[in-house]
């Protein structure tokens, strides 16, 4: 092959399978190397030359020149060396050029074993290192196959498996079907990346929010926190850093469109967004949302919270099997105590809960709507 004929392949190769032009002339370089060493014995005194620029390469052998040659492969007679130039004297070192066409064939296919080797290393690494800039965040991927209860998910160049732990409920995949997933670990094995996937993580919603809502992605609007039941419902609490920002409204957007894509990815699951407030109380309140809420006491060290809700309205509070409380807990990080108005009285606190909690909205609601209603 010629210097030009090497310089196209590395060049193809460089732009097919993103490996740099500078790591195939090193496997070139150590596969000349080898060749040597199996073709002459030994290795020591070879030396590889290779223009990056043209790939012109020279593989020579340092030789000792001596009167008598012991060693064929490390020295050279004075009068040979003469022959190359005749100012050398005993003693000096001579680079004497190997010629790569000489060597035999168990030697040239060590060398080409030694390319190859070092290509697909560095294919795996290639793709081990785009893949690992992925990890925890959401990439597309198309449904190839069952295996199991498992799911093989084609990522573009490699294979994601999408366990059935990772799997959502009642989901089920078809050939070819496009879907988003959160990408959970990237591992490096001797076959390539290990990739694994999911569709239950709470950090899939998050990062499909920062896809959909451009004030999510530039930081102007926060997801401050992010309770989640995969497959059935959601919450999110959100804060923005610009007073002239609805957080929840530009989550929503117009008619719903923002966030309604989402749950079509999401195959249905609700999402309640809601506000995010750094009173623990209020942000309670938030949380417990469709219920109303008459009053929250929070202990902040305990980390615990009273509530007390309108009898009518406890079993939204709670939620079906307490689903609505359960996330509302997750998402403020407080054990959360639901009584309905009528449980407080009887439990005889119910006027600490009405003196404690300040809130003028509660007020006008509580007064105007629920006691005169009573």
């Not at 498992?150 to 294979?159: F, H, M, Q, R, T």
């Not at 919450?235 to 957080?247: E, F, G, L, Q, R």
């Not at 009173?279 to 938030?286: C, G, R, T, V």
């Not at 407080?334 to 909205?361: C, H, L, P, V, W």
Request: hydrophobic share 35%; glycine share 6%; with cysteine.
């Amino acid at each position: 092959m010629s210097s030009n004929e090497l310089l196209d392949a590395l060049t193809i190769l460089e732009q097919e399978k993103s490996i740099p032009k500078e790591t195939l002339l090193d496997a070139i370089e150590n596969s000349l190397i080898t060749a040597c060493k199996n073709h002459f014995g030994k290795s020591e005194n070879i030396k590889v030359q290779i223009d990056p620029k043209t790939c012109e390469f020279h593989v020579y052998q340092e030789k000792k020149i001596v009167e008598q040659v012991e060693d064929a492969v490390t020295e050279i007679s004075l009068a040979n060396a003469k022959m190359i130039d005749s100012q050398y004297e005993a003693g000096d070192v001579i680079n004497v050029e190997v010629k790569s066409k000489e060597f035999g064939r168990i030697a040239t296919q060590n060398a080409k074993n030694v390319i190859l080797q070092k290509i697909r290393e560095e294919e795996r690494k290639v793709l081990y290192d785009e893949y690992y800039s992925k990890e925890k965040d959401v990439v597309t991927g198309i449904v190839q196959r069952y295996v199991g209860k498992n799911v093989s998910i084609n990522l573009g160049k490699v294979d994601a498996i999408l366990t059935e732990n990772e799997q959502v409920k009642g989901e089920v995949f078809q050939p070819t079907q496009r879907i988003k997933l959160y990408v959970l670990e990237v591992k490096s094995t001797n076959k390539g990346p290990k990739i694994l996937v999911s569709r239950t993580h709470p950090e899939l919603v998050k990062r499909l929010f920062e896809s959909e809502v451009t004030e999510v992605k530039d930081g102007i609007v926060e997801i401050k926190s992010i309770a989640r039941e995969a497959g059935s419902r959601t919450k999110i609490a959100v804060w923005s850093n610009d007073a002239d920002v609805d957080p929840v409204g530009a989550c929503v957007g117009l008619n719903g469109a923002r966030v309604n894509a989402i749950v079509n990815e999401l195959h249905g699951e609700k999402i309640d967004i809601i506000n995010w407030n750094e009173n623990a109380a209020m942000l309670i309140e938030n949380a417990l949302s469709p219920a109303k809420v008459i009053s929250v006491i929070a202990d902040d060290e305990e980390k615990t919270a009273k509530v007390v809700v309108p009898d009518y309205q406890l079993s939204l509070a709670i939620g079906k099997e307490g689903q609505n409380a359960r996330l509302a807990a997750r998402l403020t990080g407080f054990k959360i105590d639901i009584k309905s108005e009528t449980q407080a009285r009887e439990a005889g606190d119910f006027m600490d809960y009405e003196n404690d909690y300040e809130d003028e909205e509660y007020d006008e609601y509580y007064d105007e709507e629920y006691v005169d209603g009573e």
